[in-house]
């Protein structure tokens, strides 16, 4: 499996490290030349100096035979262009990195589901771990073909939830709205701006993303 890094942040190289051990074909882009000359004897791999969110770059690395793609710059919106340019020139699956949690929405708007927000996620466990609770995290939960995406209800995606005609393997898992959870029944309709998960068929994603920005347009 061949991993693209964007960014030779601490979360990288972290990262790096063990795809390396598990013997993944690994690449890190990075802007700063002294650092690729800092870490490079400590890392396998392969290093390439230059601007991650350029489309030249990304598109010299070959992205239709990389399976996936780690925006981990340290600024969100360099994150989002880069994920963007990658996700258009082929890669096959897309991750980011955000700090603030205000660009989490615009990811999604954009079709960005894979999101990682570093420190929402460790302060809400380190939360539960103060309460007694060590929670399961739901990567670990989502096995085989079973896949969690989320989107943003926009124009046109207002109303019942069967209104939208999606895969019938397809379920809502539940729904934030203005930041309040809520587990929605048979009867609960979308609003625009609530932010929906649902569970799924990896094989059903793209067909609902197309469907999801049919309805939208």
Do not use: W
């Given at each position: 499996?061949?991993?693209?890094?964007?960014?030779?942040?601490?979360?990288?190289?972290?990262?790096?490290?063990?795809?390396?051990?598990?013997k993944?074909?690994?690449?890190?882009?990075?802007?700063?030349?002294?650092?690729?000359?800092?870490?490079?004897?400590?890392?396998?791999?392969?290093?390439?100096?230059?601007?991650?969110?350029?489309?030249?770059?990304?598109?010299?690395l070959?992205?239709?035979?990389?399976?996936?793609?780690?925006?981990?710059?340290?600024?969100?919106?360099?994150?989002?262009?880069?994920?963007?340019?990658?996700?258009?020139?082929?890669?096959?699956?897309?991750?980011?990195?955000?700090?603030d949690?205000d660009?989490?929405?615009?990811?999604?708007?954009?079709?960005?589901?894979?999101?990682?927000?570093?420190?929402?996620?460790?302060?809400?466990?380190?939360?539960?771990?103060?309460?007694g609770?060590?929670?399961?995290?739901?990567?670990?939960?989502?096995?085989?073909?079973?896949?969690?995406?989320?989107?943003?209800?926009?124009?046109?995606?207002?109303?019942?939830?069967?209104?939208?005609?999606l895969?019938?393997?397809?379920?809502?898992?539940?729904?934030?709205?203005?930041?309040?959870?809520?587990?929605?029944?048979?009867?609960?309709?979308?609003?625009?701006?609530?932010?929906?998960?649902?569970?799924?068929?990896?094989?059903?994603?793209?067909?609902?993303?197309?469907?999801?920005?049919?309805?939208?347009?």
């Open positions: 499996m061949r991993v693209i890094f964007i960014g030779a942040s601490s979360l990288t190289q972290m990262t790096a490290q063990v795809l390396i051990r598990r993944y074909d690994v690449v890190i882009v990075e802007r700063d030349k002294e650092k690729i000359a800092d870490i490079s004897e400590e890392f396998d791999c392969g290093f390439i100096h230059g601007d991650g969110t350029r489309p030249d770059l990304l598109r010299e070959n992205p239709t035979a990389t399976d996936i793609l780690f925006c981990f710059m340290g600024g969100d919106q360099a994150n989002l262009i880069a994920a963007l340019v990658g996700r258009s020139l082929g890669c096959q699956r897309v991750f980011l990195k955000i700090d949690p660009f989490e929405h615009v990811a999604i708007e954009l079709g960005l589901h894979d999101v990682i927000l570093p420190n929402r996620t460790t302060s809400r466990y380190l939360a539960d771990l103060i309460e609770q060590d929670m399961l995290s739901l990567s670990a939960m989502i096995k085989g073909e079973a896949r969690v995406m989320s989107f943003v209800v926009q124009e046109g995606l207002t109303g019942p939830f069967a209104a939208l005609q895969p019938k393997a397809t379920r809502v898992v539940c729904l934030y709205r203005e930041q309040e959870l809520i587990l929605p029944d048979e009867e609960c309709t979308l609003k625009l701006d609530d932010e929906v998960i649902i569970i799924t068929y990896q094989k059903h994603l793209e067909t609902i993303s197309e469907q999801l920005s049919t309805l939208h347009q």
